[in-house]
């Protein structure tokens, strides 16, 4: 004969189930997931494109961009939405954009995956330099 669990038991689980519900919905695709648009759908003002560095990128993580420079006056523009499951990059180092949700590594002067779990590149963001600044979109 098996005993029932106890009430602090059954709270418990409950607690602990509707806590992992929670952490997968972070990762789900709704309006912030994957498959939400990536793209700016109006032009975005970054601001001076003297801040992206040669040879390096800047991220704008509240505009989910990322801009590099890979030769002086040549800017590439991805979405820094990762194709994985949509969180927005955290850090670019050098020529490398980080999710921090599943560990993706994207080039940010390609788009390219370069470590997984994402299969798919950023996409490309149409980018031009104005009067000294850049606009996105």
């Given amino acids: 004969m098996s005993q029932s669990p106890d009430r ?3 709270l418990r689980g409950a ?9 997968l919905a972070a990762c789900s695709s709704g309006e912030s997931g994957a498959n939400a648009s990536a793209v700016p ?6 601001g ?3 801040d992206v560095p040669v040879g390096g990128a800047k991220l704008y993580r509240e505009d989910r961009l ?3 420079q890979p030769s002086k006056g040549t800017y590439k523009c991805f979405s820094a939405k990762c ?9 670019v180092e050098k020529k490398e954009g980080s999710c921090p949700c599943h560990g993706s590594r ?7 995956v370069l470590q997984g779990p ?6 490309e963001v149409p980018v031009k330099a104005k009067d000294g600044k850049l606009i996105a979109g």
Wanted: net charge negative; hydrophobic share 50%.
């Fill in 66 to 68: 990322v801009v590099s």
């Fill in 8 to 10: 602090r038991t059954v």
């Fill in 106 to 112: 994207f080039d940010v002067a390609t788009g390219k």
């Fill in 48 to 50: 001076a494109a003297a």
């Fill in 41 to 46: 759908e109006e032009p975005v003002d970054l």
């Fill in 118 to 123: 994402a299969t798919e590149p950023l996409p």
């Fill in 83 to 91: 194709t994985h499951a949509g969180c927005i990059l955290s850090d």
């Fill in 15 to 23: 607690a602990l189930a509707g806590a992992a519900g929670f952490g």
